[in-house]
């Protein structure tokens, strides 16, 4: 029952269908684990998506021995943005579920060119925070660790 449910999610997932090559994409890498290619609604010029081919939803679902090839691809893809657009630096980017901004629901790491004299994206504002507050914090993620 949860294979075939599996299965649907999978036949239905339009990244799956891009990494596999049914749907074309502007393709800048692949290898026999990811395809990453440029996002159609680009943050900034070269904005690239790492796919992996094997469908998860998210990073709590991504294969261990995937999860840490990602880093060092998007620190390639990085370089070569860096070498060949000129680009000043880039962001990593990896939303995990709705909540998190997450509209594709499987797995894409994005690598985001930032350029000299852009704006600099802050993800998020500065909150606030207190020494017990932090502690508690702490200590309840600490307790899932
Ligand atoms: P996220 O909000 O992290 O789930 O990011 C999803 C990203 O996928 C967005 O930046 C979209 O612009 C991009 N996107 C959605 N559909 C496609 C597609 N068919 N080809 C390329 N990029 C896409
Ligand atoms: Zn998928």
Known sequence: MWKRFRLEIEMSCIFCK??????????????????????????????????????????????????????????????SMKANLGCAGFNLVQNNGEAAGQTVRHFHMHVIPRYEGGPVIAAWEPGTSTPEGLAETAAKIQAGL
Request: a negative charge; hydrophobic letters at 45%; aromatic letters at 4%.
């Open 18 to 79: 891009i990494a596999a090559g049914e749907i074309p994409s502007a393709t800048v890498y692949e290898d026999e684990t990811f395809r990453v290619i440029l996002d159609l609604n680009p943050a900034s010029e070269g904005h690239a998506l790492i796919l992996p081919k094997s469908h998860a939803a998210d990073v709590t679902e991504l294969n261990e021995e995937i999860a840490a090839k990602v880093l060092p691809l998007a620190t390639r893809v990085g370089q």
